[in-house]
């Protein structure tokens, strides 16, 4: 299983497939532990992740650790990754056509780490994976969509001149965290959106 995701790391790092490639300093595979219950995912890499290779590392990262930690969870526990897994120029929102090429990579993480839920952070995650909008209403809702369960909250960067923001975000990490306990109890959680196709 590790080496698997090793091998979606690999290619991601040489990863030729679409434009952010030719401007990017580093591609940001995910990271984390490949055993997790959960999957955190972001837009894109920002400036800071784009110099280190890794997601969240900037200010919205610390944002992301901190409410973590409020809910008594370290982040090597979890697995971090991106929609778009280079750094758009001026970090302007990755367009569908980017977003649909690097759509794979996801998919794989998805495929071998098999989360128990799918934490969506902010809009543009939202919008991708479950042609949602306005997060803002519906943060803190589990919805279920081919079988698999996500799980919405606001992005942390949207926290970061939003005090408000901050303590929404940790309320919910608490929740997530509940629910986590709760499907490893398997206990019945409830489903507040059911996608049908
Ligand atoms: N914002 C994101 O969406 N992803 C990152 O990795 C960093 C900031
Ligand atoms: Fe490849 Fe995704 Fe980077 Fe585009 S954003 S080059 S598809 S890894």
């Known amino acids: 299983m590790e080496k698997k995701l090793q091998k979606i790391k690999q290619q991601v790092t040489e990863c030729t497939k679409c ?4 401007t990017r300093n580093n591609a940001v595979p995910g990271k984390g532990n490949y055993k997790a219950d959960v999957i955190f995912v972001g837009e894109a890499p920002g400036k ?3 110099m280190k290779g890794e997601p969240f590392m900037g200010i919205a990262g610390n944002k992301l650790s901190i409410a973590l930690e409020s809910a008594g969870i370290a982040r090597d526990e979890v697995y971090i990754t991106n929609i778009v897994k280079c750094r758009p120029p001026k970090n302007r929102v990755p367009t569908t056509t980017e977003r649909g090429t690097c759509q794979n990579y996801l998919e794989k993480e998805i495929e071998i780490i098999k989360p128990k839920i799918i934490c969506v952070l902010g809009n543009t995650v939202f919008n991708s994976l479950l042609n949602g909008k306005e997060i803002i209403k519906f943060r803190g809702k589990v919805v279920r969509k081919n079988n698999q369960l996500y799980f919405l909250t606001v992005h942390p ?5 939003n005090q408000k923001l901050i303590s929404v975000l ?14 490893k109890d398997e206990k019945k959680i409830k489903i507040d959106i059911e996608y049908t196709s």
């Open 19 to 22: 434009e952010l490639s030719k």
């Open 157 to 161: 960067a949207a926290t970061i001149y």
């Open 170 to 183: 940790k309320k919910d990490m608490k929740k997530l965290f509940k629910l986590i306990k709760e499907l």
């Open 48 to 50: 800071n992740e784009d």
